[in-house]
């Protein structure tokens, strides 16, 4: 299985820019649909965005959605999650994860995950 260790999380303002990277080895990072979920301190783990191997197809939660963009190098394999805009409510541990195959929005689908990084958004 691959492995993730995100990076980038941090402190901001709202209406401020963070850029999240998620770093991939021991797999073929082309081989893999990647992720964004998020999880807010007493919530479940929700979807953020999804971009297929080729970045052709790519999915995005209502509340981020034209405020996020995800996207990925696969020759540096990496996954990249640009958040602008961003608001209290996007106060989160953000994880990125990995499936073979197509898409999905579905967390149960994605059998590799990074250990999360804090983002935390001040009002």
């Known amino acids: 299985q691959v492995q993730l260790v995100e990076s980038g999380g941090g402190l901001v303002q709202a209406g401020g820019s963070l850029k999240l990277s998620c770093a991939a080895s021991?797999?073929?990072?082309?081989?893999?649909?990647m992720g964004w979920f998020r999880q807010a301190p007493g919530k479940a783990r929700e979807f953020v965005a999804v971009?297929?191997?080729?970045?052709?197809?790519?999915y995005y939660a209502d509340s981020v959605r034209g405020r996020f963009t995800i996207s990925r190098d696969n020759a540096k394999n990496t996954l990249y999650l640009q958040m602008d805009n961003l608001k209290p409510e996007d106060t989160a541990v953000y994880y990125c994860?990995?499936?073979?195959?197509?898409?999905?929005?579905?967390?149960?689908?994605?059998?590799?995950w990074g250990q999360g990084t804090q983002v935390t958004v001040s009002s």
């Open positions: 021991g797999g073929t990072f082309s081989n893999y649909a």
């Open positions: 971009i297929r191997w080729s970045s052709d197809v790519i």
């Open positions: 994860a990995a499936k073979s195959g197509l898409v999905s929005r579905t967390e149960a689908n994605f059998g590799s």
